[in-house]
């Protein structure tokens, strides 16, 4: 059962525009949601993360957003670079304190110069 | 920044032959460390979590006989597929936390596991 989802297996942006990710959960006790960036060959690294008491963090060209309601998060990169082109995994965190992270199936971004 | 290695990246065996990943962080001490495994097209799934010095935590489904984790120290944690079958190719990822935080967890850069 997939927790945490992300609809769009892939995203082309022009240089310059903004790229919007979007991903969705289904369980109602995660209370922190992070954003994770995966080059070819590498493992995620860490992007922004948003706590459940907030709707907005912001962090430089990146924003996530964070609507509880609806239980949907985006990431918003603007402007987006060529250099941003990868898979972004969201993730989100259960209540109870653990590590333990669950993961989306990612997004491929491609920036197009 | 925190490093944390995985050795081998890509390993190929035979059915039924036992490989060892390693999970290594370099310049940090790992309180806690997590394996994954990443399917084709799929997100990361975690099949254990490992505190140095203690048996790890296996997720439902991961057998724990199948999957031995050893975590013998702060910066080392190895995972051994033992007698390993073709549907146990895959993505496997390791992560080490340096603190309880969730978002401090830094990931290696996978190992590419091929079982012929």
């Known amino acids: 059962d997939q927790q945490v989802k992300q609809n769009s297996p892939s995203l082309s942006v022009q240089e310059g525009r903004i790229s919007i990710l979007n991903c969705d959960y289904t369980n109602s006790m995660f209370d922190y949601f992070l954003w994770y960036k995966k080059y070819p060959a590498e493992g995620p690294t860490f992007l922004i993360s948003i706590s459940s008491i907030k709707d907005k963090n912001e962090d430089g060209r990146f924003t996530v957003f964070l609507n509880k309601s609806a239980k949907h998060l985006s990431l918003h990169i603007v402007p987006s670079q060529p250099g941003d082109s990868a898979v972004y995994f969201c993730a989100a965190r259960i209540r109870t304190g653990a590590n333990n992270l669950f993961f989306g199936t990612g997004t491929r971004l491609t920036v197009i110069p | 920044g925190a490093v944390v290695s995985q050795h081998p990246s890509w390993v190929i065996c035979k059915s039924g032959t036992s490989v060892k990943i390693e999970c290594r962080s370099l310049d940090f001490q790992a309180t806690t460390m997590f394996w994954y495994r990443q399917f084709p097209k799929q997100s990361l799934m975690l099949m254990a979590t490992?505190?140095?010095?203690?048996?790890?935590?296996?997720e439902q489904g991961v057998e724990k006989d199948k999957f031995l984790i050893n975590h013998a120290s702060l910066t080392l944690s190895t995972l051994t597929v033992t007698s390993a079958h073709p549907e146990d190719s895959s993505f496997y990822i390791c992560?080490?936390?340096?603190?309880?935080?969730?978002?401090?967890?830094?990931f290696g850069p996978g190992t590419r596991l091929t079982v012929l």
């Open positions: 992560s080490a936390a340096p603190t309880p935080l969730v978002h401090t967890q830094y």
């Open positions: 490992s505190n140095e010095g203690s048996k790890a935590t296996y």
